[in-house]
């Protein structure tokens, strides 16, 4: 054991020299060779955890970044390769599965669709350049739907790699996929541009083509790190029940060019009305997305800048929010009284009407909007319904949207 012990420190040691060699700029071929002397097999998380050693020695994670290609070249075909059995990973359904399905369909549209589309462009077709164009770009317009496949790996692989420590992999990752959304959408604009009306604004042939060249070129490295890197990394410490969340997640935020796959079910305990148990501290109110002190819960609703009114199902009002400018007055005393006595009896039926028509299924919101003193007051009420869509009771939010209608124009920079 503490042989093995020595040889994963040094491992890690010499991992680690290699990548400040990159970074300090030494010849490329000179360090993958003292790798490939060194080396015979590194796995995905030895790799993982010496790009966090560097940034916790002060590299920056955008230097990795722009580091993060050389990596690639370097760890290709030295990553060893895990065997595992065909179920459940490879079962439809599975997140890594559904990510898998999800590139081969995008190296098929680059082969069959983009390819095609660019040898004919750069061909000799005289008079159909501009068609030809145009079919470029509609496929350039389904490649940036590949945000919805970055996105689901940022918000749902991201967070557990985090919580089981993986820190350094994801925010270097998270940068080049920023960096291929934005390759994709200026390869787009300039094809756009050689059809242009304006010849002075029109790109050369080859400019777009090295555009595309290494649009292209970052996607397929991608694929590779997520398949090569990524998976052999997660499937080694991710669990059945963050695999199903993952999963059930993923269908909210759907599916880039394959169809929606089935349900992946692990075996595991879940909890009586179907969702994963959630660890929480002690005290803490347990909710199916997470978990809140009482405290936090309570100052968390006083500080959105919005009132917030509970009526329970029997017209029963049972909470409202104590932000620190309030539209409306409430006091505890509300707490318990009919919603129908706390109102005027010149709109008590309004209220009346909304609530049976939520309770009936008729409504599920109605909104209003009044002028009163220097402020724009807009009321919206909300049928709140159990998973079932059993009537539970109205939720009222009341919000002074003057501030919001005198926005203009945009503000990308942090106030001083």
């Keep these: 054991m503490t042989q093995e012990i020595n040889n994963r420190e040094y491992r890690q040691k010499v991992l680690r020299e290699l990548l400040s060699d990159l970074h300090a700029g030494k010849d490329f071929e000179s360090v993958k060779t003292r790798f490939e002397e060194v080396f015979k097999d ?47 990973h490879e079962t439809p359904g599975h997140p ?14 680059i082969k069959d669709r983009i390819g095609v589309h660019m040898e ?15 079919a470029l770009a509609e496929d350039l317009l389904e490649l940036a739907k590949v ?29 080049v996929d920023d960096e291929i959304r934005d390759l994709i959408a200026e390869t787009r604009r300039m094809v756009l541009a050689w059809v242009s009306p304006s010849e002075s604004d029109r790109p050369s042939k080859q400019a777009i083509k090295e555009q595309l060249d290494t649009t292209l070129g970052k996607v397929t490295e991608m694929i590779s790190k997520e398949e090569d890197i990524l998976l052999p990394m997660v499937l080694d410490i991710f669990t059945d029940e963050e695999w199903k969340s993952i999963a059930d997640e993923s269908r909210e935020m759907g599916y880039f060019l394959i169809s929606p796959p089935p349900e992946w079910k692990p075996v595991t305990t879940r909890t009586s009305d179907g969702q994963p148990e959630i660890s929480a501290p002690s005290g803490a109110i347990v909710f199916p997305t997470g978990a809140l002190q009482l405290n936090e819960l309570t100052r968390m609703l006083d500080t959105l800048p919005v009132d917030i009114t509970f009526v329970d199902k029997d017209n029963a009002v049972r909470y409202f929010s104590q932000g620190s400018e309030r539209i409306f007055p409430r006091t505890k005393a509300v707490i318990g009284r009919r919603v129908t006595d706390c109102h005027p009896p010149t709109s008590v039926h309004i209220v009346e009407g909304i609530i049976e028509s939520f309770r009936a299924g008729q409504k599920d919101h109605e909104d209003f909007w009044i002028k009163m003193g220097g402020k724009y007051v807009y009321i919206r009420y909300f049928a709140v319904r159990d998973n079932d869509g059993a009537f539970l009771g109205t939720l009222e939010v009341t919000q002074d949207i003057k501030p919001i209608q005198a926005i203009e124009g945009e503000k990308r920079l942090v106030s001083n």
């Design 42 to 88: 590194v796995s995905a998380t030895e790799i993982a955890e010496a790009e966090q050693a560097l940034i916790k020695e002060g590299i920056p994670v955008e230097e990795i970044t722009r580091l993060c290609d050389v990596h690639a070249a370097v760890f290709k075909g030295s990553i060893e390769e895990i065997h595992r059995p065909a179920d459940p």
């Design 120 to 134: 004919a462009f750069l061909g000799e077709n005289a008079g159909e350049e501009n068609a030809l164009a145009t």
């Design 96 to 109: 890594a599965h559904t990510l898998k399905s999800e590139n081969r369909a995008l190296e098929r549209l």
């Design 147 to 175: 945000d919805v496949h970055y996105t689901k790996k940022e918000l749902l692989f991201f967070p557990y790699m985090e919580k089981h420590g993986i820190t350094a992999p994801p925010k270097v990752m998270w940068a």
